[in-house]
């Protein structure tokens, strides 16, 4: 299973991060089809689903933003964990833990992407392979120092280590 975080991990949120501050989420609709996917983001969540992966979106925003963009890109994402969903969100490992009983899926056969600290934490309060993003990422530091198991500057050199890891 790969859990992926959603707002700098999938998806450029930054010309929104304001109005997600505020909790202006009606705002953040208007403007959800205009924000940028990352580069080779769409490519790779079809061929991780086609080579039998079940995918999960964990994040702290509300569920309608990342459903939006699964519905728009037609992505193969089965598992959204929203902010709703959970009492206690990220750093806690409960959405994780979550996206993970949906999908019947063990800890050590899970990866989490994620753009920031806390989830790295939260990878490790649910024992599974917390790989960071770099391409998104607020502060490259904050990350590093947060030591994920594997850390990543573009979406193709996550691809190729789960292609490798998951022997695809």
């Avoid at 806690?92 to 019947?104: D, F, Q, T, V, Y």
């Avoid at 530091?141 to 947060?146: A, G, N």
């Amino acid at each position: 299973m790969i859990i992926f975080d959603f707002d700098q991990t999938l998806v450029d949120t930054s010309s929104v991060e304001k109005l997600r501050a505020a909790r202006n989420w009606k705002a953040v609709m208007t403007q959800a089809s205009s924000l940028p996917v990352y580069e080779g983001i769409s490519e790779l969540l079809n061929e991780l689903h086609d080579a039998g992966q079940t995918i999960a979106i964990v994040t702290k925003s509300p569920d309608m933003v990342p459903k939006a963009f699964i519905k728009a890109h037609g992505w193969p994402i089965d598992i959204v964990i929203g902010y709703h969903d959970v009492r206690n969100r990220k750093p806690h490992p409960e959405g994780l833990l979550l996206a993970m009983s949906k999908a019947g899926a063990a800890p050590e056969e899970t990866y989490h992407v994620g753009d920031q600290p806390q989830d790295t934490e939260a990878s490790r309060g649910a024992n599974v392979v917390a790989l960071g993003s770099l391409w998104g990422c607020q502060s490259e530091r904050e990350l590093k120092d947060s030591k994920p198991d594997e850390l990543f500057a573009s979406v193709a050199e996550l691809r190729d280590y789960l292609l490798a890891a998951l022997d695809m």
